[in-house]
């Protein structure tokens, strides 16, 4: 017995010495770093308690697509996601959800909703054209893709360009009258820009780089930015999830929950709170995503899932590592939303990305080019003359194609 032993843990050695360790490279984002080196010296530490052998750091990047350039370059390993990222992740390349955040008792899931300023009357869901509008960022789910795609589908934002992948932006800025939509530039034409730049009027960066989705020269970049824009006045309505207003609210600095209210698909308002009532859309949940032919996945679930348990809503303590809370750092929401209360490991079976967004998702997403997904609901169809306003900006989105191509 005592010799099987030995030879057992010889084999151990010797697999752990020739199959190398297990990379785990995550991509974080500038304002990103402290939190992301304090969280892989904790892998190490957990890694070590699990007898793995693990290579952990952390690799800069600029904004969500360039992580998920940097990990098909296999110049980083892992990386988490909103639906909307995941998405574009998995167009072309084949990527795989391997954790997914949970948030309390919606699970994997969370709510999109519009969030305006109580005092600020005389408008709904139904007659936002003309308004000034917040959002979390160019492609973002609850933010844009839900938002968007809900006005769209449900016909209060008129369709402009039907079948061109600029439609949204296109429609979006004729029918808002200034916008903060960060990170625009970079979604579209330097032609279809030119027609969709009051998207990025109401954004807080730089005059040269306004749009940026760096948060720290635009303040109104993601949920709280979203918030803040809509809070401070520059818009009226701002597209967040459901729990933005509370943690915001939390600081203090923007008033209390029952100051705002959420504008509901069916018409009229609805206070705070209500958002299994008065949403947009239930969402995929934020995502820890690789490439598919990543050999040591089930190692990387194994290691999240042990660090949720350990270093997640069980630890309480502020003064030591808290894997769902970014106070600390003097940001929020980074590397995990801050609402998080555990990660989810996916089955290995329904990992890809179809799988994990659903099919429903996929058809939301595709309603924002194709007016064919668009469906009547129980909200009033656009105004009869809006089709006039369609042949003339088609033929101008036409022009700058055709431009584009001799330029």
Same mark, same amino acid.
């Not at 017995?1 to 190398?20: D, K, N, P, Q």
């Not at 997914?100 to 919606?106: K, L, R, S």
């Given at each position: 017995?005592?010799?099987?032993?030995?030879?057992?843990?010889?084999?151990?050695?010797?697999?752990?010495?020739?199959?190398?360790p297990i990379s785990f490279r995550w991509c974080a984002l500038s304002h990103e770093r402290a939190k992301c080196s304090n969280f892989t010296n904790h892998v190490k530490m957990m890694a070590q308690t699990m +007898? /793995?052998?693990?290579?952990?750091s952390c690799v800069n990047g600029n904004s969500a697509d360039d992580c998920i350039k940097?990990?098909?370059k296999k110049e980083a390993d892992l990386v988490t996601l909103d639906g909307g990222n995941i998405h574009e992740a998995g167009k072309s390349h084949d990527f795989k959800v391997i954790v997914?955040?949970?948030?309390?008792?919606?699970g994997v899931k969370y709510y999109a909703v519009a969030v305006v300023r109580k005092n600020n009357t005389g408008f709904d869901l139904k007659s936002l054209r003309g308004k000034k509008s917040c959002h979390t960022g160019a492609g973002r789910t609850a933010g844009w893709k839900v938002a968007v795609g809900f006005l769209l589908r449900s016909k209060i934002m008129p369709a402009v360009a039907c079948g061109n992948e600029s439609n949204a932006y296109l429609s979006a800025a004729k029918f808002f009258e200034e916008s903060c939509v960060p990170g625009t530039p970079s979604k579209v034409s330097s032609g279809v820009y030119q027609m969709?730049? +009051? /998207?990025?009027?109401?954004?807080a960066g730089p005059e040269?780089?306004?749009?940026?989705?760096?948060t720290l020269k635009n303040r109104y970049v993601g949920y709280h930015g979203a918030f803040m824009c809509m809070a401070e006045g520059k818009g009226d309505v701002a597209f967040?999830?459901?729990?933005?207003?509370?943690?915001?609210a939390a600081g203090g600095k923007y008033g209390k929950p029952e100051d705002y209210e959420y504008l509901c698909p069916t018409g009229g308002r609805m206070a705070v709170g209500t958002h299994t009532e008065c949403h947009l859309g239930a969402n995929p949940a934020h995502a820890v995503v690789t490439r598919g032919n990543n050999s040591d996945i089930g190692d990387i679930i194994k290691i999240l899932t042990k660090m949720s348990e350990t270093y997640g809503v069980?630890?309480?303590?502020?003064?030591?590592?808290?894997?769902?809370?970014?106070s600390q750092y003097s940001g929020n929401n980074l590397l995990f939303k801050d609402s998080t209360t555990a990660l989810n490991a996916q089955p290995a079976g329904k990992q890809s990305v179809m799988d994990y967004l659903g099919k429903s998702y996929g058809e939301n997403v595709d309603s924002l080019t194709s007016c064919d997904t668009t469906t009547s609901t129980t909200l009033p169809p656009p105004p009869a003359s809006s089709s006039t306003a369609i042949l003339p900006v088609s033929l101008l989105v036409l022009f700058t194609a055709l431009l584009d191509m001799f330029i």
């Open positions: 017995m005592e010799r099987i032993l030995i030879v057992l843990m010889l084999f151990i050695t010797v697999h752990y010495a020739y199959s190398g +007898n /793995l052998n693990v290579a952990a940097k990990i098909i997914a955040e949970q948030y309390g008792e919606y969709v730049s +009051n /998207l990025c009027n109401l954004c040269n780089d306004k749009c940026t989705t760096d967040v999830k459901y729990t933005t207003t509370e943690e915001v069980k630890q309480t303590d502020w003064k030591k590592f808290q894997l769902f809370n970014s």
